[in-house]
């Protein structure tokens, strides 16, 4: 019994765990980006995750009342990470319709929602976010057509896709807002992303183009940055503190 | 296999005939000649990058071919650097390394100019591609670093200072390798609205992140004693890299969000 213990806390121990996580890590790539989220979303796989963040905040811990400072900063910076991720995840399922955690609108120009729809067609009703969004243009922005593109016969591609919209919260006067890829829009704890578009016809059988704007909630994101940050720094002290190693008696192990 | 009739080509085609004039000057012993010949290797390679930037009007570290032209001319500086930080000459092996890079740019990779998607329009972009860029190269290097340590006996002092230039060459490139893996997760939260989402290249570059952490727990507790089986965990984080740089983005298997290559 003593022996296992001193075995799991030691580093021959961390070794297997960072090459088992390794080929479980690569055993997920091979389930596809949906499957694998399913996956580890999963109670028992979060109470997997949890325990070894426990596990790590504990070596994190130790590193620390040994004043070793970069080992420290880099398992307490991954298990705060994780820990941000479980909270996202505990946020997610317990999403309610009037306080939903993910989803996403489809909108037409002069379209106006708070609703959020979920699955492959938008059919599944999510929930209602607490302010309106009414779509007042939704661009597509193409680059200048080059030769290359003239002699295949194709438009250029696409350079930008932008919904402007404005946003009515309760006791805030409406305001407009563009909604770009790579810039999404920040309203009432909720991140609001250029997702998608498609073609569709509006009720006077008029062609019509819409856009689909997803919506992410995730109060754990604060707590992963802050991970990210820790565990960055506790990087950057370990490697200055290897090639330190090196003007001393060259051996860098403690 | 094409052969690429291009200005382009014609670059790249020149830097690999640099670096194998380089790794035959060092197989001959020309210590002046190989210098000056890794040194014109390099120029040619910044040159390929340059024009390739030129080309297409934006920074060129969109798809693999891209990629790999700018680990080419990684290369040279950070083989500089590992030779005045350990005292180490790698070059004859860096310069065959170069060799290896730059084939499949020369040979496979299509030269096609794509322009930037409204996704890769970001600020973020060269900061995670180029941490990658020098990330890997640093861990080839590493590797290499490490070759003679795989061999049974040989000169301990020797095996001392390799064993450090490669630890320390590989503490350097998991600083890189980090920045990139944290810069992508930033990014995708700002452009696919999650840091994380288990996207097959995401879920490989952590694998190769947690391989070299083994390698760093396993140094850690061994030291010098078992540097063949510390050396051998190097080569397989070079396999992980290897197969994140060429099956992961070539592979149907594994389609996902980073298909831009």
């Not at chain 1, 979303?41 to 949890?50: G, I, N, T």
């Not at chain 1, 811990?61 to 040994?66: D, E, M, N, S, V």
């Not at chain 2, 299509?110 to 329009?121: I, T």
Request: with cysteine.
């Amino acid at each position: 019994m003593k022996k296992a213990i001193i075995f799991l806390t030691g580093l021959g121990a961390a070794v297997w765990v960072c090459l088992a996580c390794a080929l479980f890590s690569a055993y997920l790539a091979f389930l596809g980006a949906d499957r694998a989220s399913a996956f580890m979303s999963a109670p028992f796989m979060r109470s997997a995750v949890a325990v070894l963040a426990a596990a790590i905040c504990y070596s994190g811990a130790r590193a620390l009342t040994r004043r070793r400072f970069d080992s420290a900063a880099l398992h307490l910076g991954c298990a705060c990470v994780m820990a941000g991720w479980l909270w996202g995840q505990q946020a997610a399922k317990s999403a309610t319709t009037g306080n939903p955690a993910k989803g996403s609108m489809a909108l037409i120009d002069g379209d106006v929602s708070d609703a959020l729809w979920d699955g492959p067609y938008l059919t599944n009703f999510v929930g209602r976010v607490p302010f309106t969004i009414r779509l007042e243009k939704f661009i597509i922005e193409h680059y200048a057509q080059s030769g290359v593109d003239r002699d295949a016969g194709r438009m250029a591609p696409i350079r930008e896709y932008r919904s402007r919209v404005t946003v009515s919260e309760p006791g805030k006067a409406p305001y407009v807002a563009n909604i770009r890829v790579n810039r999404p829009l920040r309203v009432r704890g909720y991140f609001v992303y250029q997702m998608s578009w498609g073609t569709t016809v509006d009720k006077f059988r008029q062609p019509a183009v819409y856009t689909v704007l997803q919506f992410i909630r995730d109060p754990g994101v604060p707590l992963v940055y802050a991970g990210f940050a820790i565990l960055f720094t506790g990087v950057l002290l370990f490697t200055i503190r290897v090639f330190r190693s090196g003007r001393e008696a060259g051996e860098g192990a403690a | 296999m094409t052969l690429k009739l291009t200005a382009q080509g014609g670059l790249i085609y020149l830097t690999a005939l640099l670096f194998l004039a380089t790794a035959l000057a060092g197989r001959l012993g020309r210590r002046e000649l190989r210098r000056w010949l890794w040194a014109a290797a390099f120029v040619a390679a910044a040159a390929s990058v340059a024009w390739r930037g030129l080309h297409t009007g934006h920074p060129p570290m969109q798809n693999l071919f891209e990629f790999f032209l700018c680990m080419a001319a990684a290369l040279w500086p950070l083989s500089q650097w590992s030779r005045w930080k350990n005292g180490i000459d790698t070059e004859t092996r860096d310069a065959l390394l170069g060799v290896v890079i730059l084939f499949p740019a020369g040979f496979i990779f299509s030269e096609e100019v794509r322009r930037l998607p409204p996704a890769l329009q970001s600020p973020l972009f060269i900061p995670h591609v180029a941490s990658y860029v020098a990330g890997y190269v640093l861990m080839a290097r590493a590797a290499l670093i490490a070759l003679p340590l795989l061999r049974r006996g040989g000169d301990a002092g020797e095996m001392r200072a390799a064993d450090l230039a490669a630890r320390q060459t590989a503490a350097a490139g998991f600083t890189l390798l980090t920045s990139g893996l944290l810069l992508g997760a930033v990014w995708g939260k700002v452009c696919w609205g999650n840091y994380w989402h288990f996207d097959p290249k995401e879920t490989w570059s952590l694998a190769t992140w947690l391989v070299y952490g083994g390698y760093f727990h396993y140094r850690l507790k061994h030291g010098m004693r078992s540097r063949r089986a510390a050396a051998a965990l190097l080569w397989a984080g070079l396999l992980f890299v290897i197969l994140t740089l060429t099956w992961i983005n070539l592979s149907r298997i594994f389609a996902g969000l980073h298909n831009y290559a």
